[in-house]
């Protein structure tokens, strides 16, 4: 039977912890345990880790001192931070990790390489996506869409800060209804903002299934991989 294949997203943002900016280690460990239990179970496994937590383009633009291409190569930058200091919580505890990145830094990281990527997988290493899809104007939402398409994997999960996707920004409103199963265009209304549209465009044009999740459930990326979304939402 062939193994099972995911695309893991994690929230950059989340990585900060209680401070708000960098990383803390306690939430690195935390996820490190949460993909040890995929890799235990003979599941592979992609990483793409955001930038919210250093810098975003559009943030860094805001004031205009800063051009928003730059601010978009800064945010690719931040996703690079996030990928080595992950890479060091995996290896902690034991997994083996590549960090590829889609643009070229070979004294911190491999370059991504499709084919290479696919084979540090079937070996059962853990590959790290970082930069993003290597050009501005786009998210990090976008580039694990773009990397789970390439790499074949079965779905995306977005491990995030909310446990799935609402009729409307459950952080915004207290009255926001959770929807546990929505197609890809109902995912693409206005009041539904979790992923990115290009993500979900192109999710929906290869058939990729996208799993949004509270990346801080104990069990959740396991069970999610065992067929149990109770705990989530689906878009398919
Ligand atoms: N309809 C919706 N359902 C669920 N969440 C929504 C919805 N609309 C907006 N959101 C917001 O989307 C956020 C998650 O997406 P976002 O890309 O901001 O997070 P992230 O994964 O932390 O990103 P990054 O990796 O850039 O830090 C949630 O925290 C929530 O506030
Ligand atoms: O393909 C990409 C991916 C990301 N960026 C920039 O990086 C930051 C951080 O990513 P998040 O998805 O917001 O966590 C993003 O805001 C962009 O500025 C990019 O330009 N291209």
Excluded: W
Aim: proline fraction near 2%; charge should be neutral.
């Amino acid at each position: 039977m062939a193994k099972q294949r995911v695309l893991v997203k994690f929230s950059g943002e989340a990585l900060a912890g209680e401070s708000g900016y960098g990383v803390d280690t306690s939430i690195l460990k935390f996820i490190a345990e949460e993909i040890k239990q995929l890799i235990d179970s003979g599941i592979e496994v992609g990483v793409v880790i955001g930038g919210g937590n250093i810098i975003r383009g559009v943030t860094a633009a805001k004031d205009g001192i800063i051009k928003r291409t730059s601010g978009d190569y800064m945010g690719m930058l931040a996703t690079v931070i996030n990928a080595v200091a992950m890479q060091e919580a995996l290896e902690y505890l034991g997994m083996r990790v590549r960090v590829q990145s889609a643009i070229k830094m070979e004294q911190i990281c491999e370059t991504f390489i499709v084919r290479r990527a696919i084979r540090h997988l079937e070996k059962g290493r853990i590959v790290i996506f970082a930069a993003g899809t290597g050009n501005p104007f786009f998210t990090t939402d976008t580039a694990a869409t773009l990397r789970a398409i390439e790499i074949g994997a079965d779905m995306i999960i977005k491990a995030t800060k909310v446990d799935g996707v609402y009729d409307k920004d459950p952080n915004k409103y207290s009255d926001a209804k959770k929807l546990p199963t929505l197609s890809y265009d109902e995912a693409l209304a206005d009041n539904i903002k979790v992923m990115d549209d290009t993500s979900i465009a192109l999710a929906k044009e290869n058939k990729l299934p996208i799993v949004v999740c509270d990346m801080f459930k104990k069990g959740n990326l396991l069970a999610i991989m065992q067929g149990d979304y109770e705990k989530c939402s689906i878009v398919k």
